[in-house]
DNA sequence: ATATGACATGAGCTAAATTCATGTTTGTGG
DNA sequence: CCACAAACATGAATTTAGCTCATGTCATAT
């Protein structure tokens, strides 16, 4: 019945942080968690054990003298893993030197701007520089740049290539756009403006082949916009419905500025990737940014 | 970036099982995972906790200072809590005194008694006695019984109700019949023989309701067998098709004396649970036993 | 009595952990 | 020196576990 270790490290901690907040509600607060979950941690934990801990007397939250001995052995037990816990952060391998990083326009500026800044708080001796442009192979091939973030594939063997989040797009207009075009599948896209990054609008194109063919929409009346930035803000307005990378439009979205449609299509993704010089891919410096900005993906990139 | 306790418990497990077991494949075994999974793990931690721990030189694996600190506060850690899951183990109340059980026939006789043992064991002070009978309810509210579980529902105030388990029904029958009957969808039951508890073959109105209009079979030739453990003999030698709790032919699918038919129809499922009177259930006995019969709960019981 | 606050419960869903299939690197024997 | 094998890494798909939501129960206060 118990596997490995008996005792369930996750619901102990949660244990742990009830008796010390002393109610299940207060211990949700500090875990992030509602107080269902912290009751289904907690009655996990008597079954598996097959003791009770919790003495539920009324409205008083008590230990039983089983529940007393283990929060003793929590006490201690997390109290060195904590204490392991400080003592990497601070023998975390700090950066120094100088990097050059170049980065395509919108993500640079969007993006990867918003979350640089702990790394560099964190590493007082790193001076980075930043390029943000379009051509970034030629850059790194010639050692102006020391590691480029792009979505172009660069399957060159002198490369070590790092993964780093996928591009998804979204279709979105302004709230009111929506209402006076009465958009509810992709084929109403016909009735209004769409704004494109070219004349002929085959940026679209990447959202039609999503759309089945039912629903495809006539666009017809297209409205060219030749910068990404400049497209959200006329979008914004409510001059016409846009398609971008959703990270491009996050802050947007949140704020409700702008309304995500159709998220059933799903348009092909591009991938982002970090690309180094292998022989300098090992550089202390190189891997720590590397591995940091690794770290942020979840959502944060907005996929 | 790390919301409550900066080290990820579950994967300092593996961290420490890992240098424990000097590989990464060697570790895996010992946990039950594949070599996948520690690898996944320990590249998280690192890239969590920002710090290199393990030093993989070549084909023997090495640790870090930092690495090695953190094992050293996982060993004491650990030790900790394994001390404490002992004590606990040691301290778990028992059970003792008479417990009157009573439970279906057919899942009383078959899952019940397979799991009844260890509980017993680890409880050398409890007496039990099993009644198997359809009539429980009776018994349980004149005290002749002081636990039931039951598939029927029991909704008096006095009682205390504890789901146990889903019962999932299978149509099932011998190998070779199958391969006679060309049995492939629900319509192909018409051309052979099915068994049933009852001559008029109601029995398999729980089926026959989860089968779309298009795939209904003509039930014609029906066989009567009044008692489940009597029909699932006679389908093992072939005499028919049945439809009976996935839990009373476990073992026979298992070893493949009878083979499962049309796993894409869901029967609605009977629920079992466990009926005790809300002044007993509170006692020692009736609580240990609640809460095992409980921790079994994941396939132990078929669904 | 009824209302209120605190925990329990179940179903459904989401996010994280695992596996599968495959690639990459490092040491070894021919 | 090259081909091979062993050990780990990687990506995608899948499974599972844990969370939340909605609701129920129970004890205490009004």
Chains 1, 2 share one sequence.
Not at 2 to 8: E, I
Request: one cysteine or more.
């Amino acid at each position: 019945m118990f596997v490995d270790s008996l005792l369930d490290l996750p619901q102990l901690r949660t244990f742990y942080t009830l008796v010390q907040a002393g109610s299940f509600t207060a211990c949700a607060g500090r875990l992030n968690r509602t107080q269902s979950a912290v009751s289904h941690a907690m009655a996990k934990l008597e079954n598996q054990t097959g003791v009770t801990l919790l003495a539920r007397r009324g409205r008083t939250l008590g230990l039983t003298e089983e529940g007393r001995r283990l929060y003793q052995a929590c006490e201690q037990a997390f109290a060195t893993l904590d204490a392991a816990a400080d003592d990497l952060r601070r023998h975390q391998t700090l950066a120094k030197g100088r990097l050059r990083v170049g980065a395509t326009l919108e993500f640079g500026s969007s993006i990867l701007m918003k979350h640089m800044q702990p790394f560099l708080a964190a590493n007082p001796d790193l001076e980075i520089d930043f390029t943000l442009d379009h051509e970034l192979l030629g850059p790194l091939l010639r050692d102006d740049l020391d590691l480029i973030i792009d979505c172009l594939e660069h399957p060159l063997p002198t490369l070590k290539k790092s993964p780093l989040f996928r591009e998804t797009y979204v279709v979105a207009c302004a709230p009111g756009f929506r209402k006076a075009h009465r958009l509810r599948v992709p084929a109403d896209l016909s009735s209004g403006p769409v704004l494109s990054l070219d004349k002929a609008g085959a940026w679209w194109n990447r959202f039609l082949m999503a759309v089945p063919d039912r629903e495809q929409p006539q666009l017809d009346h297209i409205i060219a916009v030749n910068h990404i930035r400049a497209m959200i803000h006329a979008a914004i307005e409510g001059m016409g419905a846009l398609l971008v990378p959703r990270y491009s439009v996050l802050e947007e979205l949140q704020r409700g500025a702008l309304v995500a449609l159709f998220p059933a299509i799903r348009p092909t993704e591009d991938r982002f990737s970090i690309y180094q010089k292998k022989v300098k891919a090992g550089q202390e410096k190189q891997r720590l940014l590397t591995r940091y900005l690794q770290g942020l993906s979840p959502e944060e990139f907005g996929s």
